[in-house]
């Protein structure tokens, strides 16, 4: 017994409740628009007879009775009350109404529209109607900005800036490495042979390579070279390579072909 009077008084505390409510009446619609105290996920349902109209929404509670008269000629009167952990409106209607439900601000709120039977809302945005004897559960909507979460728009954000940051430092760090890689090799000297093979000389790691670079591949020479042969000796050396080049130009057109010749047998 003291465990089902314990449950009776505990049950309220899990229910939402109704804090306000604005009537506003249009000529072609009157909208009840209800505020909660916290999300309302209840359900709602409706019955109508005669020029009743009966809305009963469980789980809500309410502190008083309300009855306001209204001057529409959809709506007369429209009553709220509270009993027994649930809250039922009436609307006293002059002619054939429908009813139009759709949640809104986080389900915080829920919007209640009359509107003539038959005849279509062009100026709502898209709700649930309420037909007889159903039961609905209101769909979330929010109608303004107010109570929107930034919380993931900063995360957006933050993510963006690091990958701009990570994104900055990896083309920072690949421009360097290029940089040292291109400081490890120093051309000396570059001359075609014919148009599917040149002749080049470079130096890398203190060490002279001599080169045949096109259909043939051919390591020619590689020799060891002072530390004190820098690139001030670029200009005076390749004279002497292009010497070279006129002088030995056949031996090394001769040392193509038969490169090629032993690629096809």
């Known amino acids: 017994m003291r465990l089902l009077v314990l ?3 505990i049950l309220p505390l ?10 506003y009446d249009r000529n072609d619609r009157v909208d009840l628009m209800l505020s909660f105290d916290n999300a309302y996920n209840g359900k709602i349902s409706q019955k109508k ?14 502190s008083k009775d309300e009855l306001k008269e209204l001057n529409s000629q959809l709506v007369d009167k429209i009553s709220i009350s509270s009993k027994n952990n649930n809250t039922y409106i009436i609307l006293q209607n002059k002619q054939n109404i429908n009813l139009e439900l759709s949640s809104i601000n986080d389900k915080f709120g829920v919007r209640i529209r009359a509107i003539e039977q038959g005849k279509a809302n062009i100026e709502s945005v ?3 109607t309420v037909n ?10 929010s109608t303004s900005l107010e109570g929107y979460d930034y919380t993931n728009y900063i995360l957006v954000m933050l993510i963006l800036v690091i990958l701009l940051i990570v994104l ?29 093979n040149q002749l080049v000389i ?5 060490k002279r390579y001599t080169m045949i670079i096109g259909n043939s591949n051919v390591l020619l020479e590689s020799v060891e070279i002072p530390e004190e042969q820098t690139i001030k ?27 090629q010749k032993g690629k096809k047998s």
């Open 168 to 196: 900055w430092w990896f083309k920072k760090t690949m421009v360097y490495k290029n940089n040292n890689v291109s400081r490890d090799f120093t051309m000396i000297f570059q001359r075609f042979l014919d148009k599917n």
């Open 132 to 141: 007889n004897s159903q039961e609905l559960m209101p769909k979330p909507k």
């Open 126 to 128: 898209p709700t649930t």
């Open 233 to 259: 000796h670029i200009e005076k050396t390749e004279k002497n390579f292009d010497s070279f080049f006129e002088e030995n130009k056949k031996r090394i057109q001769n040392l193509i072909e038969q490169r």
């Open 49 to 62: 007879e005669k020029n009743l109209t009966l809305l009963t929404f469980s789980d809500l509670t309410y």
């Open 14 to 23: 899990y229910s939402v409740e109704l804090i306000s409510f604005n009537i």
């Open 202 to 206: 470079f130096d890398h790691a203190n």
């Open 7 to 9: 449950f009776f008084l």
